[in-house]
């Protein structure tokens, strides 16, 4: 599947963004999707993921209440939410998908077979 993210940006700390993850090439509900970021000199962080059907959510808990993570399957994309930016969530953003037998939910990065090129979002202070 190839993943193609869209949506980051230079944003003052107190704002939003919303990003997305647009999927081609397999069928997209099959797969468990996930949201990642790399902060310069920082290993790759998990953010949030959302299970197959979209009906289960989790989230690291540097983001819980201001990050959402959703799906639309009929569009195959997946999203990221993003409200009261902090100077801390600057960081290049990575979705993830996981091929997946059930409708589990995945946080590991090495569970995550194909990853998009990444955006940036930058939060001002």
């Known amino acids: 599947v190839q993943l193609q993210a869209s949506g980051g940006g230079l944003v003052q700390a107190g704002g939003s963004l919303k990003l997305s993850c647009a999927a081609s090439?397999?069928?997209?509900?099959?797969?468990?999707m996930g949201w990642f970021r790399q902060a310069p000199g920082e290993g790759r962080e998990f953010v949030a993921a959302i299970n197959r059907s979209g009906g289960s959510t989790k989230y690291t808990e540097f983001v819980k209440g201001r990050f959402t993570i959703s799906r639309d399957n009929a569009k195959n994309t997946v999203y990221l939410q993003m409200n009261s930016l902090k100077p801390e969530d600057t960081a290049v953003y990575y979705c993830a998908a996981a091929l997946m037998t059930s409708d589990r939910i995945v946080v590991l990065p090495i569970s995550y077979e194909y990853w998009g090129q990444g955006t940036q979002v930058t939060v001002s202070s």
């Open positions: 090439g397999r069928t997209f509900s099959n797969y468990g």
